[in-house]
């Protein structure tokens, strides 16, 4: 069965992602008010080759069941659905893979992408395309075959991107530890940015009972809570400690060239090989100091990585529990969805609470005052609930709730959705545990400086060492383009 890769509640229904399916779930019944599976032939085909959703987003009107949902996947496809009927509106093309959606009030799209740009798309496309003038040099870093309006860009894939509860600024986070603040629409004027971070961001929240605050986390051992408008950086959560226990998922990154410290190669000739990660992605050769590299078996299994550990924030909300806001966030590859006390100022002491749902938390979404919890039932040995519902205490304590349980016993049943081997392998739930880090924190990662007194021979190597370095961050940049 297809694992729900993304829950969106709201107060009557549930709209549940499966795979490359769209079931919308009534929650006081839970009978299927609409389904992508129930779509005939040609309809159905395309929606099973346009592979998984990764990204979706709804906008309301009136009726919380009223309005539109926008998906998109790595087909490159910004689809727009009608609610609740899931009628299929419009199919756009992306310039680039999409890593998050948003609606603005007016039902606006924003679609930020994997070469750090965000687009603005008109709901309904216009019925033929506006002769596309020449593209402005030094804004969009790639053409758009939809005629999306560019919003801003940054020099890195995006991870993350909020609208501000006025709509007057846009918040965006990168792979390389930026967090910036936007004016919105008019991007390109930067109010501020939030620096701190010491490795990727990956998930930013906006507390609707303190909107003047950010909740940002990612890759360090620690969320961060911000005065976004100020940049200054207010409280600090550390709460990898209590995560890593509950990390069962590892990740094999691509091997770079800080990752030993060696160079490969005899002589003069510098060759970094290539494991089969990158091979895959890149889809070409790459080039080291004018020599093209080979992808021989037997040099995959010389650079075999065993899998490590690397620490993810995935989703970031709050809840309020009497007179207190608690944060709730979960980890990429953890079993566990934790609870901490949104903090006033400094390092926070409050204790971070779990609750081990025993799978890998895919994401959840809060529905007054529970919360729907998504696991990866088919990790490991398969079998047990898709589904939870839990709840905070007033101590903050995260405990599993009989609220929702005809919706809850519907999603572990009725609305499952059948998936071969091959369709679950696809799903590749766990990427982006390879693709967030960058490189390690090796010191042969650095730029090399030559000593005092060294000789031609050495002040060689040290250019040629620097010259691989500069090589791969440019193969950083072919990778995104290739997204």
């Known amino acids: ?35 992508t599976t129930t779509l005939q032939d040609e309809a159905k085909a395309a929606i099973l080759a346009s592979g998984p959703v990764r990204c979706a987003a709804v906008s309301t009107e009136g009726d919380d ?23 299929l509106l419009s199919s756009r093309e992306l310039p680039k893979k999409p890593t998050a ?68 600024h846009v918040i965006t986070a990168d792979r390389d530890e930026h967090i910036r603040v936007s004016w919105f629409p008019q991007g390109y004027n930067i109010e501020m940015y939030c620096l701190g971070h010491k490795k990727f961001v990956s998930a930013l929240h906006l507390p609707p009972a303190a909107p003047e ?18 940049g200054r950086c207010v409280a600090s959560i550390p709460v990898a400690v209590a995560v890593l226990p509950y990390a069962v998922v590892r990740a094999v990154r691509p091997v770079e060239e800080g990752d030993t410290g060696k160079r490969r190669g005899k002589g003069k000739k510098s060759k970094r090989r290539k494991g089969k990660a990158d091979a895959e992605e890149e889809g070409e050769e790459m080039v080291v100091g004018g020599e093209k590299e080979v992808d021989e078996k037997e040099e995959v299994a010389e650079q075999k990585q065993e899998p490590e550990l690397i620490f ?31 903090p006033s100022t400094g390092v926070s ?27 990866d039932a088919t990790w490991g040995e ?15 304590e995260l405990v599993y709730s009989d609220d929702h349980a005809t919706l809850v016993g519907s999603l572990n049943g009725g609305t499952l959705i059948p998936a071969t081997s091959a369709e679950l392998e696809a799903l590749d739930l766990y990427a982006e545990l390879s693709a967030l880090p960058k490189h390690t924190d090796a010191p042969a ?27 791969l961050e440019e193969r950083d940049m072919k990778r995104a383009r290739s997204d």
């Open 382 to 396: 398969s079998g047990g609930a898709m589904v939870r519902a839990v709840k905070v205490t007033t101590k903050g």
């Open 101 to 168: 959606i948003a609606f603005t009030r007016t039902h606006d799209i924003l679609v930020a992408d994997k070469f750090g740009d965000v687009f603005r798309y008109p709901l309904h496309p216009t019925l033929a395309p506006a002769p596309r003038a020449p593209r402005a040099p030094g804004l969009a870093s790639h053409e758009n075959p939809s005629d999306g309006t560019l919003v801003l860009g940054h020099a890195s894939l995006l991870t993350a991107l909020l609208l501000t509860s006025d709509e007057r």
């Open 445 to 471: 990662a650095a730029t090399p400086v030559a000593e005092e007194g060294a000789n031609k021979k050495q002040l060689g190597r040290m250019k040629n060492k620097q010259r691989v370095l500069e090589q």
């Open 65 to 87: 069941e009223q309005g539109h949902l926008a998906t998109a996947g790595d087909d490159k496809q910004l689809k727009v659905w009608q609610l609740p009927a899931l009628t």
């Open 1 to 35: 069965m297809f694992p729900y890769s993304q829950l969106i509640a709201s107060s009557s229904s549930t709209i549940a992602l499966a795979g490359p399916h769209i079931q919308l779930i009534a929650n006081n019944t839970g009978h299927v008010l609409a389904s």
């Open 312 to 342: 993810a924030v995935q989703k970031i909300a709050t809840v309020s529990s009497g007179d207190r806001v608690h944060i709730i966030f979960s980890a990429i590859g953890a079993t566990a969805l934790f609870s901490v006390g949104m």
């Open 349 to 375: 002491t409050s204790v971070v609470h779990a609750l081990n749902l025993g799978k890998p938390v895919l994401d959840f979404s809060i529905v007054g005052e529970s919360i729907l919890v998504s696991v």
């Open 213 to 230: 605050l950010l909740v940002s986390g990612g890759g360090d051992d620690e969320l961060r809570v911000w005065d976004w408008l100020s």
